[in-house]
Nanobody
Framework: QVQLVESGGGLVQAGGSLRLSCAASGIIVSINDMGWYRQLPGKQRELVATITSGLSTNYADSVKGRFTITRGNAQNTVYLQMNSLKPEDTAVYYC?????????????????WGQGTQVTVSS
């Protein structure tokens, strides 16, 4: 019932920029943390950046100073602005959120994940 939908992935040249968007939909009570993760070719999924409902942020060392995570005014969206992109940033990027929601009249809380979007950085 709750879904996260991503957009903004694609092909970009090294040194360029890309902005990823993710929106949550459903009968949502509240959203705590939201974040972005990525899976590089041949590697396990790793943290990119997170942001709390209070707008505190956390970044992986590999993206500090280059990537910026923000939340929309409606609080059901999260963005990842990626600047100075490098070929090693090439990966499938996933958004995630800790969501409290209604299901059959009952309040539940779970982590949800987007479908993933491919980001490819060419040299």
């Amino acid at each position: 019932q709750v879904q996260l939908v991503e957009s903004g992935g694609g092909l970009v040249q090294a040194g360029g920029s890309l902005r990823l968007s993710c929106a949550a939909s459903g009968i949502i009570v509240s959203i705590n943390d939201m974040g972005w993760y990525r899976q590089l070719p041949g590697k396990q999924r790793e943290l990119v950046a997170t942001i709390t409902s209070g707008l505190s942020t956390n970044y992986a060392d590999s993206v500090k100073g280059r990537f910026t995570i923000t939340r929309g005014n409606a609080q059901n969206t999260v963005y990842l602005q990626m600047n100075s992109l490098k070929p090693e940033d090439t990966a499938v990027y996933y958004c995630a959120a800790d969501i409290k929601y209604y299901s059959g009249g009952v309040t539940k809380r779970s982590d949800f994940w987007g479908q993933g979007t491919q980001v490819t950085v060419s040299s």
